[in-house]
């Protein structure tokens, strides 16, 4: 996602909610070549000029122009039960 924001307290804000390793969805992308609707990828990092950097689930790495996502929540970890434990 290529936002060119110069605001150095706003990328920091777009780090500190888009940490590498967070999961989006794609709402939609205008690009040529755009990562279908409902794609999802993880943040790989945000550049200094503002732009997230995503590597999509399908294998392509996208920096589109304009598109719309959705942070997709951290899975729960489940804790196994002693009973639950089988040899």
């Known amino acids: 996602m290529y936002m060119n924001y110069s605001?150095?307290?706003?990328i920091e804000h777009l780090r500190r909610k888009y940490p590498p390793g967070t999961r989006?969805?794609?709402?939609?992308?205008?690009?040529?070549f755009?990562?279908?609707?409902g794609s999802m990828?993880?943040?790989?990092?945000?550049d200094d000029?503002?732009?997230?950097h995503v590597d999509w689930d399908?294998?392509?790495?996208?920096y589109p122009g304009v598109d719309?996502?959705?942070r997709?929540?951290?899975p729960k970890k489940r804790t196994v039960m002693p009973d639950e434990l089988r040899f």
Do not use: H, W
Request: proline share 11%.
């Open 34 to 37: 755009p990562v279908p609707p």
């Open 72 to 74: 997709l929540p951290v």
């Open 41 to 46: 990828g993880t943040v790989e990092c945000i």
């Open 49 to 52: 000029a503002g732009q997230i």
């Open 24 to 32: 989006l969805q794609l709402s939609c992308m205008e690009d040529e």
């Open 58 to 62: 399908s294998g392509r790495s996208a």
């Open 68 to 70: 719309s996502f959705s």
């Open 7 to 10: 605001n150095k307290d706003y």
